[in-house]
């Protein structure tokens, strides 16, 4: 069964701080793994877009890291922010985006402290 | 920023009611789609479009229904609003973007339909 997990389901960090979400998933065949970021009654927006063959890509602060022999992969924050407060959401398609279906994680809710 | 809008952002309303929620998009996108979010669950395709006149069904069975008449329109509605509709529908169509050779879906705010 195609799946996406996410861990932590929650986190809190202090403003200024570090974090890592992670994404394991079984969906196959593989195209490519997105990373969104969902603030509280908004709609999901992109931060990264990774295929079979990248293994890191970066956008600001946001690095997100894929391992596809694993079916691993990770988003690190770097300092973070109190507008980094957010569901961040890994989403895995199975074909190219033509064909392909999205599988949707749940989310990590992120909550940065002052 | 998308140039996605999905209108209302907030409807309450009682059941038996027909409700029809709006999705337009300004960037010419010839796929669109909408989803279905509960309160920290993951989202739910339960339609989705190629183009004009073309509309499927996705993986979340679903008793509303849309159209696709014109490329930036992609309406939903649901005939007869029950309680169990209540969630937030999320409205997203998918274009290339420079730099990648995937298309990139961008999202509308959402509406949250409450039916009492």
């Known amino acids: 069964k195609n799946q996406v997990e996410q861990s932590p389901q929650s986190l809190i960090i202090l403003e200024g701080k570090n974090c890592t979400l992670q994404c394991n998933y079984t969906v196959s065949p593989f195209s490519n793994l997105r990373w969104y970021k969902q603030d509280t009654g908004r709609g999901p927006v992109s931060l990264t877009i990774?295929?079979?063959?990248?293994n890191t890509k970066s956008n600001g602060r946001y690095t997100a890291t894929l391992d596809a022999d694993t079916k691993q992969s990770s988003l690190h924050i770097t300092a973070s922010q109190l507008s980094d407060s957010a569901s961040y959401i890994c989403v895995v398609s199975d074909r190219g985006s033509t064909l392909g279906r999205l599988y949707f994680g749940r989310g990590t809710q992120l909550t940065v402290w002052p | 920023e998308a140039d996605i809008y999905q209108t209302p952002r907030y409807l309450v309303i009682g059941t038996g009611k027909k409700i029809t929620l709006e999705c337009s998009q300004t960037m010419g996108h010839d796929k669109m789609y909408w989803y279905q979010q509960d309160p920290g669950m993951e989202l739910h395709l339960i339609h989705y479009s190629y183009g004009v006149n073309s509309t499927e069904k996705g993986d979340l069975s679903s008793e509303s229904t849309v159209s696709r008449i014109r490329t930036e329109h992609f309406p939903l509605t649901l005939e007869s609003a029950r309680p169990s509709h209540t969630s937030q529908y999320l409205c997203?169509?998918?274009?290339?973007?420079?730099?990648?050779?995937?298309?990139?879906?961008?999202f509308g705010a959402g509406t949250r339909l409450s039916v009492l």
């Open positions: 990774m295929t079979f063959s990248e």
């Open positions: 997203a169509s998918s274009g290339p973007t420079s730099g990648s050779r995937e298309d990139i879906q961008y």
